[in-house]
């Protein structure tokens, strides 16, 4: 990571610190519109509790995407200041024709720079500076940089609630992320110490916590039940008591034991020592986001962010329960059905509205556990009547080979006047039913160009 890259993109969220204040000073309300997942949470949260501590006041929206429809009622509103977290830099265009002026705190791939010298609106995202949106920072983080100037480092805990959220971590936090970790933890925002990456460890008994780990995975555990009540019973552990409750004999044994599965199992945990138990660990607290998100209970989830601790935590860790137990009956759906096999890719079909929305985040874990190839992206098809909703998910080592699945899906979409794009290793894209066959053959088609075969 260049020290160069970053020092342009602290520079351009200094510009957007300034606007923002300029905009606070006046009293202005400022119009935050987000996205609806853990990093879009994660997101707003940053945003709102800075505007709140600056003692001004914010409307706020979490939407799913960015659409025509949106903009179109945002074009009628009018507020001195909009501010985009996780979305906007492919609307640079319209947002720029807003009534009032524009923050885009954005971090997916972007060739439209077009907009940049537009003086209503100032757009901060790291693709402009030649860094890596899917791995140095989230639009947490992003969001973040805007309001360091305003010495409040407690929020870069959100910052990297949101990174996790977006999966950024893996093995350690890299980029701007690193930067932003550095900082949380000179001020006392994050803890860091070396132990088991377990979820859920104060609230679900161990065979349950160690199953809902899926990050890093546990081969025969992770999402299995039944295998991770076997394993504990092998161990002479007791199954049903919660990790936290363990005696440091029996944390070493488990310890040495997992560690053989998966070593990327035991490393550096970061807590947020302010927060309750249940979301103290940056995971967990990232999890409960996501499972708000994944229940459209947007606004649980922001309220979480914003301190409310004695109805919108509660909320959030019940619908965290049903997230949990959700998604170890779709990967046991996984195991038992498999994907099809395409010659470059893979993919899965579904019309259960129920797991439209882990879809995602379903296939990431396949390929991780290695249920599914690892050696093909993922493509996963959920039907809603008309339409399909299609996410991608790839490998690191693939992206490497030149797999870039937020161009490949954007480009697909296009034949068919839909919409597509996101990241390298992560994307999605909606299209008509009546042409999912043809998408598949060209996503087929540039995924086997993209690695020049
Ligand atoms: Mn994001």
């Known amino acids: 990571m260049s020290p160069k890259k970053q020092h342009y993109l602290l520079n351009r969220a200094d510009e957007a610190s300034k606007l923002l204040k300029k905009h606070l000073n006046s009293e202005n309300m400022v119009r935050v519109i987000s996205h609806n997942d853990s990093d879009g949470i994660s997101a707003a949260g940053v945003i709102c509790n800075a505007i709140s501590q600056e003692g001004g006041k914010f409307h706020v929206t979490l939407v799913p995407r960015l659409k025509g429809q949106i903009m179109d009622r945002l074009s009628q509103e009018r507020y001195k200041l909009f501010y985009f977290c996780d979305m906007g830099s492919a609307y640079i265009e319209r947002i720029g024709q807003l009534k009032g002026q524009a923050i885009i705190a954005d971090h997916h791939q972007t060739i439209d720079t077009a907009g940049d010298d537009l003086e209503n609106l100032i757009h901060v995202n790291p693709h402009l500076f030649g860094m890596d949106g899917t791995r140095d920072i989230s639009a947490s983080g992003v969001t973040y940089l805007t309001i360091r100037p305003f010495e409040k480092p407690k929020f870069s805990a959100l910052a990297l609630v949101g990174a996790i959220g977006d999966m950024q971590y893996s093995n350690g936090f890299r980029g701007v992320n690193h930067t932003i970790l550095n900082e949380a933890l000179d001020s006392g925002a994050v803890e860091q110490r070396e132990d088991l990456k377990i979820i859920s460890r104060t609230e679900e008994p161990l065979f349950k916590s160690l199953s809902y780990t899926f990050q890093p995975a546990l081969p025969g555990i992770t999402g299995d039940l039944e295998g991770s009540r076997a394993f504990l019973e092998k161990l002479g552990i007791s199954y049903s008591i919660k990790y936290s409750e363990l005696a440091d004999e029996e944390k070493d044994l488990l310890r040495e034991k997992l560690i053989l599965l998966n070593p990327q199992i035991f490393g550096p945990v970061y807590n947020t020592p302010h927060n309750p138990p249940a979301i103290r660990n940056i995971h967990d607290y990232s999890q409960v986001l996501d499972a708000c998100g994944n229940n459209k209970r947007y606004a649980t989830g922001l309220s979480i962010c914003l301190g409310d601790r004695d109805s919108a935590l509660p909320e959030g860790l019940e619908l965290l329960k049903k997230y949990q137990e959700t998604m170890i009956k779709a990967l046991g759906w996984i195991r038992r059905e498999g994907a099809q096999e395409m010659d470059y890719v893979q993919y899965i079909y579904t019309e259960d509205k129920e797991k439209k929305s ?25 039907r809603m009547h008309e339409l399909v909703k299609v996410s991608g998910r790839t490998t690191l080592e693939l992206t490497q080979k030149g797999v870039n699945l937020g161009i490949a899906l954007e480009e697909a979409s296009k034949n068919f006047n839909s919409t597509g794009g996101g990241h390298n290793i992560a994307a999605g894209a909606v299209v008509p039913y009546k042409n999912l066959e043809n998408f598949k053959n060209l996503v087929n088609d540039l995924v086997s160009s993209q690695l020049g075969v």
């Open 358 to 382: 882990i879809m995602g985040t379903l296939a990431s874990i396949g390929i991780d556990l290695e249920i599914l190839n690892p050696q093909k992206p993922v493509l996963t098809l959920s």
